[in-house]
């Protein structure tokens, strides 16, 4: 029987990230010869964020997530405020554009990367350069849902290995072709970084180990591959939302039929 598993464990040295700090440097400073080939380490976007200078004044809270803002997705009043869920601009869809007061200095908010791909990439090759080893980075961050209670860590930036494991075209166990099978690898491991590093833990880095068959190189394409364009989207839009489009559509169709008529 051949068995199968995964190693998966937090890099602990880190302290409070300031902006230009070089993270390459310090994670392998961290990770102290414990990297091997084939490892993925997971960094979770605050840090990016932070040494990125991606923060603004808690009291632009509210403008920054309209100017990180593309498209409204839903919104929904409650006691404490209004939610929005908003399509940002690295195309994620997200509650409050990603961003966050969590893990944030005192006063401030967090933007996410202006480029999460181009900031794995970044780090990857400066982690490969130092190391000597082909490794594989994901930057992840927090996301609800739909349909699903809580919140899990996804990609939002990959570097060096593949996002998706395409299965089309090959038989399950008992013979069957899957044709519709592609496994979201990159969102996998980062919900099983978040295991370890955890959102209180303060271990904003976790190495996943056993996962070498999807370091790739440089050039493979990032976690921007994993968002679903809102044209196949059949959910682009939120109840309330997509009931004000229908009836804007509607209602200037009934006017153009009756200037027809006249």
Not at 12 to 17: A, D, K, P
Not at 34 to 51: E, F
Not at 92 to 99: E, H
Not at 193 to 208: F, R
Request: aromatic share 2%; charged share 25%.
């Amino acid at each position: 029987m051949e068995l199968f598993g995964l190693k998966v464990f937090t890099l602990g040295g880190f302290g409070e990230i300031a902006a230009g700090d070089d993270l390459a440097d310090l994670i392998a400073e961290a990770a102290q010869s414990r990297l091997v080939d084939g490892d993925i380490v997971a960094v979770t976007s605050k840090i990016v964020s932070k040494a990125e200078g991606r923060v603004v004044q808690a009291a632009d809270r509210e403008q920054a997530i309209t100017d990180e803002t593309v498209r409204v997705v839903a919104s929904r009043a409650h006691p404490g405020g209004v939610t929005r869920i908003v399509e940002n601009r690295q195309g994620l869809v997200m509650a409050a554009a990603g961003v966050d007061t969590s893990n944030a200095p005192e006063g401030v908010v967090l933007l996410l990367p202006v480029d999460p791909d181009g900031s794995a990439r970044a780090i990857c090759a400066a982690l490969r350069e130092r190391t000597g080893l082909r490794l594989g980075v994901l930057i992840t961050d927090t996301a609800g849902r739909p349909w699903r209670e809580g919140q899990t860590d996804i990609a939002i930036g990959a570097a060096g290995l593949a996002v998706l494991d395409d299965l089309r075209g090959t038989a399950d166990v008992s013979g069957r072709r899957l044709d519709v099978t592609v496994a979201a690898v990159a969102d996998e491991i980062a919900g099983a970084a978040d295991l370890v590093k955890g959102k209180t833990s303060g271990n904003p880095v976790a190495v996943v180990r056993g996962l070498g068959r999807l370091v790739a190189e440089l050039d493979v394409a990032g976690a921007r591959a994993l968002q679903r364009p809102s044209d196949t989207d059949m959910f682009r839009l939120g109840t309330a939302e997509a009931r004000a489009e229908g009836y804007g559509e509607g209602f200037a169709a009934g006017l153009a039929a009756a200037a027809g008529k006249s």
